[in-house]
C-alpha cells in the first residue's frame, strides 16, 4: 500500500523537516511581498514630484494616493475566493503580472487620470498578493515553524520601505518620478519567473478532491525536500487531526456576520481600520500636504 493511500497530505506535508528547499519557496514568496511594499512606500517620496510635474492641486493628490488602497481593497477582497476556486499559483502569478504591468505603465503615464487607473491596477495587484502570500508559507511550511516564518514575512514591508527611499533618493535626480516607477516594474520580472519555481499548494488540490494531483504535487515535494535534507525522510505520523475532510461546506462571506461572528468582525474591521488609518495617512497621504 503506497503512502498516498495510507497518510493525507496534512500528515505527509507535517513530517516534513524544514530544508532549504521550503526556505526558497519563502524567499521567493518575501522578495515580492519586499517589491510590493516598495512600490506603495515609493508613492510616499514621488509624490511631491508628480504633484508638480501635472499640475494637481493638495486634494487631487491626495485622491491619487487613494487609488492604490482602492486597488488593494478589491485585490484583497477577491484574491481569497479567486484562489480557493482556481489554485494558489495561478492567483499568485496573475498579481505579479497586474503589478509589474501597471508599475511600467505608470511611467509612461501622460496625466493624472491614467495615473490614477494604473495606480488602481497596481493595486489591485498588491492586494492579491497578501492572502495568497501568506496562504502558501502556511501550507507549505510545517505547524512547528509557521509561526516564525509568518513574522519574517511581515519583516519584508518596512525593510520595502526603507529600499523607497533609497531607490528614490539617488533616481529622481536623474529622471524624476517616472524614472522610478519604471525601475520598479523591471523587478516583477524577474520574480514572475522564479515564482513558477513555486509550486501549485498539495493542501488546496486535496481540500478540492484532486486526489490524484494533490498526490503527484505531494510526491515531487517529498522529493525535492529529502534532496536538500540529504537523507530518508520521517515516516508520517496517524494523527485524524490532519486529514481534511471531504466535500465540507465551503466559507461564505455572510458568515462573518453569523451569530457568534459579527461582533468579532466589526471588532477587528475597526481595529485595522483606525491602525491603517493612522499609519497610511502619515507615510502616504502627509506627503500630498507638504
Known amino acids: 500500500m503506497s503512502i498516498s493511500t ?4 496534512p500528515q505527509r506535508m507535517e513530517r516534513l523537516p524544514l530544508t532549504s528547499y521550503q526556505k526558497n519557496i519563502f524567499y ?10 516598495m512600490d506603495l512606500g515609493m508613492l510616499t517620496f514621488v509624490l511631491g514630484s508628480i504633484k508638480t510635474d501635472l499640475g ?5 493628490a491626495g485622491l491619487l494616493s487613494s487609488f492604490s488602497f482602492l486597488g488593494m481593497f478589491f485585490g484583497a477582497a477577491s484574491a481569497g475566493m479567486a484562489a480557493d476556486k482556481f489554485g494558489r499559483k495561478i492567483v499568485f502569478q496573475t498579481s505579479m503580472i497586474l503589478w509589474g504591468a501597471a508599475s ?11 495615473l490614477a487607473l494604473a495606480r488602481f491596477f497596481l493595486g489591485l495587484g498588491m492586494g492579491m498578493e497578501f492572502p495568497i502570500g501568506q496562504s502558501l508559507i502556511s501550507e507549505f511550511i510545517p505547524a512547528k515553524n509557521r ?6 514575512l511581515e519583516g519584508f514591508w518596512p525593510i520595502g520601505f526603507i529600499a523607497a527611499g533609497i531607490l528614490s533618493y539617488f533616481l529622481l535626480p536623474i529622471g524624476g518620478w517616472r524614472l522610478v516607477f519604471l525601475c520598479e516594474g523591471i523587478p ?11 509550486p501549485e499548494s498539495p493542501r488546496w488540490l486535496a481540500d478540492t478532491n484532486q486526489d490524484e494531483k494533490a498526490d503527484v504535487v505531494m510526491t515531487a515535494f ?3 525536500v529529502e534532496k536538500a535534507y540529504g537523507k530518508e525522510l520521517p515516516p508520517p505520523i496517524k494523527d485524524d487531526n490532519l486529514v481534511i475532510g471531504k466535500h465540507e461546506k465551503k466559507f461564505s462571506f455572510l ?5 457568534g461572528y459579527k461582533k468579532r468582525t466589526i471588532m477587528v474591521w475597526l481595529l485595522w481600520f483606525f491602525a491603517l488609518l493612522g499609519y497610511y495617512g502619515l507615510t502616504t497621504w502627509l506627503s500630498a500636504f507638504l
Open 6 to 9: 495510507q497518510f493525507s497530505v
Open 28 to 37: 521567493i514568496i518575501a522578495t515580492a511581498w519586499f517589491f510590493d511594499s
Open 56 to 60: 494637481l492641486t493638495t486634494v487631487q
Open 104 to 114: 511600467i505603465a505608470c511611467a509612461f503615464t501622460q496625466n493624472v487620470e491614467q
Open 147 to 152: 509561526g516564525r516564518y509568518i513574522a519574517l
Open 188 to 198: 516583477a520580472i524577474f520574480v514572475l519567473i522564479i515564482r513558477r519555481m513555486v
Open 222 to 224: 517529498e522529493k525535492n
Open 255 to 259: 458568515q462573518l456576520w453569523a451569530p
